[in-house]
C-alpha cells in the first residue's frame, strides 16, 4: 500500500508526511479534488486518464451525487492498489540477450 500511497501523494501534490493512514490519505486527497473540481476541472480529469481510472465509474460517481470527491479519492486509490498488485504479481521479465533489452 505504501507505493500506492507515494504515487498518489506525488501526482496529487500532497503534502509528504512520514506516515500516513489510508483515512489520512483519503482526507487530504478528498480535499484536493474538490479544489480541483470547482477551480482545475480539466487537470483532475487529466490526472484520472493518466490514472487510468475506468470512464464508467467517474461517470457513475458524478450520477450517484453526494460526496463525488470522495468516490473519486476512493476510486483513483483502489485503481492505484490494483497496479500495484499486478506489478507484484507481473513482475516485467528482462531478456536473455542484452540487446534486446531496452
Do not use: C, V
Amino acid at each position: 500500500m505504501q507505493d500506492a500511497n507515494d504515487s498518489i501523494i506525488k501526482g496529487f501534490e500532497l503534502e509528504a508526511l512520514p506516515y500516513i493512514t489510508l483515512e489520512q490519505l483519503r482526507s487530504m486527497l478528498r480535499e484536493r479534488i474538490a479544489y480541483m473540481l470547482h477551480y482545475q476541472t480539466e487537470e483532475l480529469f487529466s490526472k484520472l486518464y493518466r490514472l487510468d481510472i475506468f470512464e464508467e465509474h467517474i461517470k457513475a460517481a458524478f450520477a450517484a451525487g453526494g460526496d463525488i470527491a470522495l468516490k473519486l479519492a476512493d476510486l483513483i486509490i483502489q485503481r492505484q492498489e490494483q497496479k500495484i498488485a499486478s506489478k507484484r504479481s507481473h513482475p516485467a521479465q528482462r531478456p536473455d540477450d542484452d540487446e534486446l533489452a531496452w
